[in-house]
């Protein structure tokens, strides 16, 4: 089952378009939900709450409608249901993930704040979702038939490329893996800290994909560079960047990986954010 998450905005309903097609693609039933304030769906409340918990479901249940008509226009065959859900947004989407293959949130709205670069829930389930999570971002241009995925030689690149690969097969694209290196990873004990390892690394990483997917035409790029600004280049007009949740850096701890964090916030396409587990 894949879930979406909408609020009414205009980004909600283009990740439900999103999330319409990779159901289609799937072949997997698609949810779509929405959120208000838990003390809203209460049973017995008296006036002027009652009132407003009304006002409040009654709008949550018009963009439930608007995203469902939405997916069905977008994707006739798609097999969709939707939820009026009661608790913070983020909470609920986070729980909602937990009986997903797939969490799918536009990249603003959903308790935004104006002018943040990406919404706080989308910011929020990303790197608490019990799934893997899609941010979907509006297209300022058409995109091609092309995935991008980032490589790092991390213990999370089988979970990515498996992503990846499979995104790629089911849409008849083609798949891109990008490799970025800079001088200051000689300071540290990571893989790809220099060209020739670089090329080392990225040719054991995809060993044995091409094999599974043989039908996906596969590029490799190497780039010096800062990751986040190398995989923000390489997606540009692409379908979709996926990224792994974690990377390979010092603060291994943290829900997000500093590349994973800078594509939620820059990226100029989806964003597939595969979940490691530590």
Not at 109 to 126: H, K, P, T
Not at 200 to 218: C, F, K, N, Y
Not at 269 to 275: D, F, I, Y
Request: glycine share 10%; proline share 5%.
């Amino acid at each position: 089952m894949i879930v979406v998450g909408v609020d009414g905005l205009r980004a909600g309903v283009e990740a439900v378009e999103w999330a319409a097609q990779e159901a289609v693609l799937r072949d997997v039933p698609l949810l779509v939900a929405s959120a208000v304030p838990a003390w809203c769906l209460e049973p017995g409340l008296h006036e002027p709450y009652r009132g407003i918990a009304t006002w409040m479901a009654d709008g949550g249940k018009a963009a439930l409608t608007e995203a469902v008509e939405a997916a069905r226009r977008a994707q006739p065959k798609v097999d969709v249901e939707s939820a009026l859900l009661g608790g913070d947004p983020r909470a609920a989407l986070i729980q909602a993930s937990r009986e997903a293959d797939l969490l799918v949130v536009g990249d603003s709205g959903l308790g935004a704040l104006r002018g943040a670069l990406i919404g706080s829930v989308a910011y929020g389930v990303a790197g608490h979702a019990a799934c893997d999570v899609v941010v979907v971002r509006k297209r300022q241009s058409p995109s091609r038939p092309e995935i991008v995925v980032g490589v790092d030689g991390s213990a999370a690149q089988p979970a990515v490329l498996e992503f990846a690969f499979r995104a790629a097969d089911l849409r008849g694209a083609d798949l891109r893996a990008v490799l970025a290196w800079d001088w200051p990873d000689l300071m540290r004990t990571t893989v790809g800290s220099e060209p020739d390892n670089s090329r080392r690394a990225l040719a054991e990483a995809l060993a044995g994909w091409r094999e599974t997917h043989p039908d996906v035409r596969v590029s490799t790029e190497i780039v010096q560079g800062r990751a986040a600004d190398v995989l923000r280049q390489a997606a540009e007009g692409a379908e979709l960047l996926v990224v792994g949740s974690r990377g390979h850096g010092l603060l291994t701890g943290m829900l997000l990986g500093s590349v994973s964090q800078s594509m939620l916030h820059r990226a100029p396409c989806p964003v597939a954010v595969v979940r490691i587990t530590p």
